[in-house]
Structure formats: structure tokens, C-alpha cells
């Protein structure tokens, strides 16, 4: 039917299930998948990329599937305590090919099961034959196979930086990893790596991009930023340290995104917590820094420095319930920057309200027509001069929270549960 | 009075004509139970009167057609009645109304809308490729909306030179790009010879799958609302096999969908095995 032959450098050199599943398996806990922001064009060859992102695929743990996560090697000589292939842990090793790494990534991009690649690489060897291997793998993937999909690439602490350049120019996105939001941290679980071989090669790319773009240079340079990722729960900093030096890394290094891990042991380790950290203190750091980025709130407004954001109500409610004065507002009056600062009101729901109040008073019954929640939201606002909330910030917290816990940990009591199981649910005791 | 028509644009657009002063108005593309005494009428497209009304209507609002196509290619019921409030809405104020939320006849148009382009959006992500021998790529799909050829230029744009089909089951027709061309065909029934190596990587792909997934962080209603369950039955990572298998009411949001019989290639891959009825 078609004439469609395979291209002549096409070696089939396909990577075995074995190598494919502990290398995968070494990756899987960087949370870092998004493929947004690169809008590289196909220039005669294979993919390109899609601004918005893509989702693929969604695996049972709920996260999304979008990139092949993969690393090229997992025989670290680094002695991160947290990391699963560290140099004193007992586990099976692999390595990958930079041409198997290729061939995995354009016959799995062209039957659509994944919109690019996510490279990381243990440290094996040296931090710049690590970097170079990397580096390697990408320049061939767009050059020899001319892959124009997303590419994400994980940077080596300590690496040469003009290996880092070269890598900038291969890769649409580049990420460091923090690791651990304090320098104290750092030095106690991860020896080798220290905040200065983290943030100069983040301060290094900001420079290179800016340039690039100063000079309108041909080509693209890291088109969709940098990011970073810290976990979350393995050491003792609280949530104000955690979103400070988020924000201080927005304003300082440009990243266009931070990611949280809440800490799962995969390792024992008398440094570390035995258990796993809970993934609604993750879920409410995400929050937060969405309200950072953009919803126009201050860190300041949000968490004191010694302290965690509270866990039962999400962190614009609990904004709201300290500064109830502010409320209600009035959804026909209201500016932009006010209906986004209440709780249950987002980006798109206000674009709505601010569409459709220009040609009628908006009354209650119009924002549920027009798919706005409301269960957090009636509390704080009034619409045609209409108020249906609770006027006590009690009663108004504990609904918040009773709605928060709607299905949390929620189940059937077994009459064979023990007395104290039993008390643990219904708070009896 | 009800006016039935086929769906098409022209046919909608003449049926407007004929019902934009009837109060009791319903227009629809399926079966609808009358009522005593109502009388219905089956309305054929005019080229003429259907090139005046859109004229006229591309007067008032220059986008309005680009709503209409997404709205004609709902798979809801109700997406004639829909679209027919809608657009007598813009010719009775002669003006675009899309920002008009708080009306019921623009919410309603805009979630037909935004549920057509959601699940477009969502396909270019979902869609299956399964190589041939010759090199082409095939991917059936089963839609629930007619979103077929909105994928079209996604597709062209990264894949220019790889011919490809992607197969809608549901409505019996494909978007083939043949490396130069794009466009529609009907296609009741693929017969395809999957390429030698097409079975390992989609084992290839089922091993990833399965060692990227963090079973200790279990959240099945968390993947289930990102990616639905109608989705599932052409990937080949087999997302049901993962959590456990389910009962062949869940894997089908509606009738229409588990009436959808996957094709049965030939050449490596396997038969997929026959669904179980309840």
C-alpha cells in the first residue's frame, strides 16, 4: 500500500525488557513529567513539540505518563542516603546504549505512546563522563535521528560547564535537582552534592538563555526553561523554609517550575524516616505554589517560615479564614485579582465570571449554570447583592475541612475491628 | 414542530431557515418519540438556502461557524436542539453571544463545545499506533464525538513522513495521510499485517508501563478521572490488566461503545480475547 522504508541508519538495536525495567524503575521517582512549554517545529524528521503538553497514558499511582523516563545508567558513585541506586545499596545494575536509548525513544514516539524523552543518568564514573554520555545521547537523537520531540535532560552537579552549554542546545528542558531544601540537609544525606554545584550551573543557563534570546541567535535554547524538584518529608524543614527558597528560585534562577516528592523510603537508612511522608503535605505545597505563580499571592501571605501549611483546608482557604475582613466580595464587582483570591474560584472560572457579568447582573443560580463550584466559594462572596454562606469563621472552617475530608481515608467499619482501630475512626475514645 | 435532519452542515443550516420562527422548534439528528398531534418534517439540504443563512449568519458573528462544526460533531442527542438555541440566539441579537455564560442556551453550546475539543485534546495523547508491515501506521479509535480528522493536522505536523490511518470504529470511516495527502474515507472493517517487530515493543512498552508506576501510591480514582475507562480498550499497556481486571460494564461508558469491536490484526500480534457480558 505504502512505500515507506526504514531509514538506512536504522540499526534495530532494540533494549532488553531487563535493562529497560531497572532503569526504569531507578527513574520512576523523579515527579518531574511535564512536556509543556516547547514549541520546536519538524524540520524533515520525526515529531515536534506541543506548547500545552500531552498526556499519554496514566499509571494506577495516578500520575501521568507523558515522557520515557529512563536513565542511561543506574551504577552511581555517589552516596545519596535517600537515593535507590546509591554506591552501598546491593542492586541489580544496567546501563543503555545512547543508540538504544534512541531507537527506544522513536518507536515508542511514533506509535504515540510517549511525547519525548526524559534522560538522567546516575553518576557513573565522573560527573563529566556522565554528562558527556548524556549530552552524546541527545546530540544523536537530533542529528542523526532527527527527532524533534520534547526532550527533558537531567544535569550532573559538577559537570564542565561548557558541556552544560552544549547540552542547552540539544535539550527544550533542563533540571537540577535541590534535592533537599536546606544546605544542612544536603551535607547530611547527600556528601557529595552542595547547593553551589546545584545553583551555579541553573545561574549559568539563565545567562546562556537570555543572551540567546538578547542576540535572537538561530536555533533554540532550552525553549522550555529549567526546573527542579525537592522531596519532601525526609528532612526536618517545615513549609515556609520550602516555599521561601521556591520562591527565591523562581525570582533568582527563572525556573518556570518546582517539584515536590514526598519522601518514600526505598532505602533503610538510620538518617532517614522509616515512613512514608504524607502525600497531602506534596498536595498542598502544589497549591501553594500555584497561588504563587499565578494567583498573585505572597509567600509572606501564606506560611510563616518555622511553620507547615495547615493540612486541613487547602492554603487559599486558610488565607481567606485569617483575612476575613477582605470578605465577601461582590462576584459583579469584584476585580480579576480579588475573585482569584477566593477559595474555590480559579483562573478559568473567573475568566467566566468577568465575560458574563458584562451583559447581566450575575445571581447565584447564573454561577451554578455557568459550572462554577461553589461549595467553598458561597462563603465568600455575594452575587447580586445575595449572600448564602455561613457568617461564623468556625462554622466556615469546619465545613471547608469537612468538605476537604470528604473521602479521605473513608471506609466501611468491620465489626470485627479492634477497640483501638475502631476509636482511630470514630475519634470515640 | 420537530425537523429532522442528517447531521451535515447544509442541512442544519436549511433547517434553520424553515424553524428560526417557530417557537415549538426541535431539531434533531436521531429518533424522537412525537407526541399527539405533533407533526415533524425531514429536512434535505439546500445548497442555496443554507449558503444564505451562514452568509447572513457570518454577518452577525464571523466565528460562528467554526462553533457550529464543533457542535455538529458532538456525539450527544441533543447537539441539533443545542446548536438551533444557539445560533437563533446570535441572529435574534445580531451579535456574537459566546460570552454570554449566564444564558442557557450559550452554557449550554459552550460545554457541548468544550467537551468536543476536551476529548480531541485527550485523543492526541490516547491514540495507538500499531506499525504495519509496510511502514504505515494504524490506530483504531472509537470516539464519542466525531473528532476523527481534528487529529488530522496534529498527527501531519509530527509524523510528515510516515503515512498513517487513524480508523474511528464507531462511525465506520478513517483520516488517512498518505505521506502527501490528507483525507476522509470511508472504512467499515481493517485488514492489517502488523510489522516482524511490532509485538516487542509493544511488550517493550507494557514493561515500562508497569516499572514506572509507584504501587506503594496507589490512587486508581485519580487515573481513572484523568484518563476514562472508554479510553482504555485499544492500548496496548492495558491500563485494566494493571489494576486488576473489571467487569465488562465498567469497561464501556455506554451501549454504543461496547458495541465497538476492536480489529483483528494479522501477523504477530495476537487476537484480543473476546469481551465478557455481564
Known amino acids: 500500500m505504502f512505500d515507506f522504508v526504514r531509514p538506512p541508519w536504522y540499526t534495530e538495536s532494540m533494549i532488553a525488557q531487563e535493562t529497560l525495567r531497572i532503569l526504569t524503575e531507578s527513574a520512576k521517582y523523579d515527579v518531574s513529567c511535564s512536556s509543556s512549554g516547547s514549541g520546536r517545529r519538524n524540520e524533515g524528521g520525526i515529531g515536534n513539540g506541543m506548547p500545552d503538553g500531552c498526556c499519554h497514558s496514566f499509571t494506577p499511582d495516578g500520575r501521568c505518563v507523558s515522557l520515557l523516563k529512563i536513565l542511561m545508567s543506574n551504577d552511581c558513585v555517589f552516596d545519596c542516603k535517600y537515593c535507590m541506586s546509591r554506591r552501598s545499596v546491593d542492586v541489580p545494575r544496567a546501563s543503555a546504549t545512547p543508540e538504544e536509548i534512541c531507537e527506544l525513544t522513536v518507536d515508542f514516539y511514533k506509535r504515540n505512546y510517549i511525547e519525548g524523552l526524559f534522560l538522567s543518568s546516575a553518576v557513573h564514573i565522573s560527573p563529566d563522563h556522565t554528562m558527556e554520555q548524556l549530552v552524546r545521547t541527545v546530540k544523536l537523537l537530533r542529528t542523526r535521528y532527527c527527532f524533534h520531540g520534547y526532550v527533558h535532560l537531567k544535569g550532573i552537579p559538577k559537570a564542565d560547564p561548557l558541556l552544560v552549554s552544549e547540552a542547552a542546545r540539544y535539550a527544550d528542558r533542563m533540571s537540577y535537582n535541590m534535592e533537599l531544601p536546606s544546605e544542612k540537609s544536603l551535607k547530611l544525606l547527600a556528601p557529595q552534592k552542595d547547593k553551589e554545584s546545584l545553583l551555579l550551573p541553573m545561574r549559568q543557563l539563565r545567562r546562556e538563555r537570555d543572551v540567546f534570546r538578547a542576540e535572537k541567535r538561530k536555533g533554540a535554547f532550552l ?6 524538584q525537592m522531596i519532601v518529608g525526609a528532612s526536618p524543614e517545615h513549609d515556609g523554609q520550602i516555599l521561601r527558597l521556591t520562591e527565591s528560585l523562581y525570582r533568582v534562577t527563572g525556573l518556570k517550575r518546582v517539584y515536590y516528592s514526598s519522601y518514600t523510603p526505598v532505602v533503610e537508612d538510620a538518617l532517614l524516616p522509616a515512613v512514608q511522608s504524607a502525600a497531602l503535605r506534596e498536595h498542598r505545597l502544589y497549591q501553594a505554589d500555584w497561588l504563587l505563580r499565578f494567583y498573585g499571592f505572597d509567600v509572606e501571605e501564606l506560611v510563616p517560615e518555622e511553620e507547615d501549611l495547615p493540612l486541613d483546608v ?28 477566593v477559595p474555590g474560584i480559579g483562573g478559568r472560572s473567573a475568566q467566566k465570571i468577568l465575560s458574563a457579568r458584562r451583559y447581566t447582573a450575575l445571581t447565584f443560580e447564573h454561577l451554578k449554570k ?7 466559594a458561597r462563603h465568600f462572596i455575594t452575587a447580586n447583592g445575595k449572600f448564602y454562606g455561613e457568617k461564623n469563621t468556625l462554622a466556615v472552617r469546619g465545613l471547608l475541612a469537612a468538605g476537604e475530608r470528604e473521602d479521605a481515608g473513608a471506609r466501611q467499619l468491620s465489626l470485627f475491628d479492634t ?11 | ?56 449568519l457570518l454577518q452577525f458573528d464571523e466565528h460562528c461557524m467554526r462553533d457550529l462544526d464543533l457542535l455538529l460533531r458532538s456525539g450527544e442527542e441533543m447537539r441539533g436542539q443545542t446548536a438551533f438555541l ?14 454570554e455564560l449566564a444564558e442557557n442556551a450559550v452554557a449550554d453550546a459552550s460545554e457541548c463545545i468544550r467537551r468536543v475539543k476536551l476529548e480531541a485534546h485527550r485523543l492526541k495523547g490516547f491514540v495507538r499506533f500499531m506499525e504495519c508491515a509496510s511502514g504505515a501506521l494504524y490506530a483504531p479509535l472509537s470516539p464519542d464525538n466525531d473528532v476523527c480528522d ?15 490511518v487513524l480508523h474511528d470504529v464507531r462511525r465506520a470511516k478513517a483520516a488517512v495521510w498518505d505521506g502527501a495527502h490528507s483525507f476522509l474515507a470511508p472504512l467499515g472493517e481493517a485488514e492489517i499485517v502488523l510489522a516482524a517487530d511490532e509485538t516487542a515493543w509493544q511488550s517493550l512498552w507494557r514493561q515500562y508501563y508497569a516499572s514506572v508506576n509507584i504501587p506503594s501510591r496507589e490512587r486508581i480514582r485519580q487515573m481513572k478521572g484523568y484518563m476514562p475507562v472508554r479510553y482504555w480498550k485499544f492500548m496496548p499497556e ?41
Open chain 1, 223 to 228: 525553549p522550555a526553561g529549567q526546573t527542579t
Open chain 1, 419 to 429: 477497640p483501638a482501630a475502631l476509636s482511630a475512626h470514630t475519634g470515640e475514645l
Open chain 1, 314 to 341: 487547602d492554603p487559599k482557604c486558610a488565607w481567606a479564614l485569617r483575612n476575613l475582613h477582605l470578605f465577601p466580595v461582590e462576584v459583579n464587582r469584584a476585580p480579576l485579582e480579588m475573585l482569584l483570591r
Open chain 1, 370 to 376: 455557568m459550572r462554577v463550584v461553589l461549595k467553598r
Open chain 2, 86 to 99: 444557539y445560533f437563533r440566539m446570535i441572529a435574534a441579537r445580531k451579535r456574537p453571544v459566546r460570552g
Open chain 2, 150 to 164: 481534528l487529529l488530522l493536522p496534529h498527527f501531519c505536523a509530527r509524523l510528515p513522513h510516515i503515512p498513517f
Open chain 2, 1 to 56: 414542530m420537530i425537523y429532522f435532519f442528517d447531521g451535515s452542515k447544509a442541512a442544519f443550516l436549511t433547517a434553520f431557515l424553515l424553524a428560526y420562527r417557530d417557537e415549538d422548534a426541535l431539531l434533531t439528528t436521531g429518533s424522537h418519540q412525537l407526541t399527539l398531534g405533533q407533526k415533524s418534517v425531514f429536512v434535505r439540504a439546500d445548497a442555496q438556502k443554507a449558503a444564505r443563512c451562514e452568509q447572513r
Open chain 2, 238 to 278: 492495558d491500563p485494566s490488566a494493571a489494576i486488576g481486571d473489571l467487569p465488562f460494564a465498567a469497561r464501556n461508558a455506554s451501549d454504543a461503545a461496547a458495541q465497538d469491536g476492536a480489529p483483528h490484526p494479522r501477523g504477530s500480534l495476537q487476537s484480543p480475547p473476546a469481551p465478557r457480558r455481564p
